[in-house]
Nanobody, 126 residues
Framework: QVQLVESGGGLLQIGGSLRLSCAAS????????MGWFRQAPGKEREFVAG????????SYAESVKGRFTISRDNAKNTVYLQMNSLKPEDTAVYYC???????????????????WGQGTQVTVSS
């Protein structure tokens, strides 16, 4: 059974940092494009960051560019999201997702992703 499990969420203050992890099990995702999405209360789930299977290509939402960094460790079947300079508007449930295998492509839309984690809550307090 394929599983994506996020961890690392929490409550923190404005300007803080947090690193989310997404551990995959059930099969290897080392060739798959991976992504992070988030959903705030009353809002649509939105793309945050994506990385290609080879790890050479990344893409970010404008709202997080320069503050968030996505990375992957294929040996550990794990993807990370380093979040710095956090703002109250970053408060959301963060989801990890896996798309189809690709070496250089990064996917930015929900329909491109086939597997989803259960989400981890990030709350930035003002």
């Amino acid at each position: 059974q394929v599983q994506l499990v996020e961890s690392g969420g929490g409550l923190l203050q404005i300007g803080g940092s947090l690193r989310l992890s997404c551990a995959a099990s059930g099969r290897t995702f080392s060739n798959n494009a991976m992504g992070w999405f988030r959903q705030a209360p009353g809002k649509e789930r939105e793309f945050v960051a994506g990385i290609s299977g080879g790890g050479s290509s990344t893409s970010y939402a404008e709202s997080v560019k320069g503050r968030f960094t996505i990375s992957r460790d294929n040996a550990k079947n794990t993807v990370y999201l380093q979040m710095n300079s956090l703002k109250p508007e970053d408060t959301a449930v963060y989801y990890c997702a896996a798309a189809r295998p690709t070496y250089r492509l990064v996917y930015v839309t929900r329909r491109d992703y086939d597997y989803w984690g259960q989400g981890t809550q990030v709350t930035v307090s003002s």
